[in-house]
């Protein structure tokens, strides 16, 4: 779907819109910023012939991002295996300009067969590993990031929870661009790679998991800060409005002795 198409009426009432092209027309003035309407927007990746991405779709990106919109860059994953552009350029440009990655997977009508289950498995390991030689990098990679939202819950909870066994992703985007193109053993497999890559990263599962239990010891902390934070705003706001209760008082009682 092209970029203009968006901007009629039919699509006023959606959201999120993904698998958006652009061409020569879409950098015209009248589409220079999003429909209001739209909170998320995933963009086909174009590359130009250096193999950066295309002038155009960043301008556009860079103009929609002043709007707060959130950017999805969707990647057909024979590109990062070809190395078309590299795992580490597209990181690298996703801090810079500030936009999210999906990585398409086979099945996918902008993949196909171009690369096989395999083939994407390695394309998925090689980004981990250019995620991890980037520590401060914290921009969503779908389906990545979910995975690992799986692989910190399996940490917390242990592999046989029944939370764990049932888990699956809740998103409509990862349910339709991801796990309808997946096997449930190519699901598995998928798991497998991260995991190992992570373990690898870390020096091992328990490695892995001391630095999980860091992790949520800062969540639990943060949320009770924020928490305590909250109660303490609320009980001054309170403390306020009776002041200014009793302020009002006095003056009512001071308006009718007079």
Same mark, same amino acid.
């Given at each position: 779907?092209?970029?203009?198409?968006?901007?009629?009426?039919?699509?006023?009432?959606?959201?999120?819109?993904?698998?958006?092209?652009?061409?020569?027309?879409?950098?015209? #003035?009248?589409?220079?910023?999003?429909?209001?309407?739209?909170?998320? @927007?995933?963009?086909?990746?174009?590359?130009?012939?250096?193999?950066?991405?295309?002038?155009?779709?960043?301008?556009? %990106?860079?103009?929609?991002?002043? #709007?707060?919109?959130?950017?999805?860059?969707?990647?057909?994953?024979?590109?990062?295996?070809?190395?078309?552009?590299?795992?580490?350029?597209? %990181?690298?440009?996703? #801090?810079?300009?500030?936009?999210? %990655?999906?990585?398409?997977?086979? *099945?996918?009508?902008?993949?196909?067969?171009?690369?096989?289950?395999?083939?994407?498995?390695?394309?998925?390991?090689?980004?981990?590993?250019?995620?991890?030689?980037?520590?401060?990098?914290?921009?969503?990679?779908?389906?990545?990031?979910?995975?690992?939202?799986?692989?910190?819950?399996? #940490?917390?909870?242990?592999?046989?929870?029944?939370?764990?066994?049932?888990?699956?992703?809740?998103?409509?985007?990862?349910?339709?661009?991801?796990?309808?193109?997946?096997?449930?053993?190519?699901?598995?497999?998928?798991?497998?790679? @991260?995991?190992e890559e992570l373990y690898n990263f870390y020096g *091992?599962?328990?490695?892995?998991?001391?630095?999980?239990?860091? %992790?949520?010891?800062?969540?639990?902390?943060?949320?009770?800060?924020?928490?305590?934070?909250?109660?303490?705003?609320?009980?001054?706001?309170?403390?306020?409005?009776?002041?200014?209760?009793?302020?009002?008082?006095?003056?009512?009682?001071?308006?009718?002795?007079?």
């Amino acid at each position: 779907m092209l970029l203009q198409e968006i901007f009629k009426d039919g699509y006023s009432g959606f959201k999120e819109i993904y698998g958006i092209s652009i061409n020569e027309k879409s950098s015209d #003035t009248e589409y220079s910023n999003p429909p209001k309407n739209f909170e998320v @927007i995933g963009f086909n990746l174009v590359l130009d012939e250096e193999g950066l991405i295309s002038e155009e779709l960043l301008d556009i %990106i860079i103009s929609y991002k002043l #709007t707060n919109m959130t950017i999805v860059i969707e990647v057909p994953s024979q590109l990062l295996h070809n190395e078309n552009i590299t795992a580490k350029k597209l %990181i690298q440009l996703a #801090t810079n300009v500030d936009f999210s %990655i999906s990585i398409l997977p086979p *099945g996918h009508p902008l993949v196909n067969n171009a690369i096989t289950h395999e083939e994407y498995l390695s394309v998925i390991a090689n980004f981990i590993k250019e995620m991890n030689n980037k520590p401060n990098f914290d921009k969503f990679v779908a389906p990545i990031s979910n995975f690992l939202e799986y692989l910190m819950l399996e #940490t917390l909870l242990g592999k046989e929870h029944p939370v764990v066994k049932k888990f699956s992703p809740q998103d409509y985007y990862i349910k339709e661009i991801f796990l309808n193109h997946m096997t449930e053993k190519e699901s598995d497999d998928f798991k497998d790679v @991260i995991r190992e890559e992570l373990y690898n990263f870390y020096g *091992g599962e328990e490695q892995f998991k001391a630095v999980s239990s860091v %992790i949520f010891e800062g969540i639990y902390n943060k949320t009770k800060e924020t928490f305590t934070e909250h109660l303490n705003n609320y009980y001054q706001a309170q403390q306020e409005n009776e002041k200014n209760k009793a302020l009002e008082n006095e003056k009512d009682n001071e308006s009718k002795d007079q």
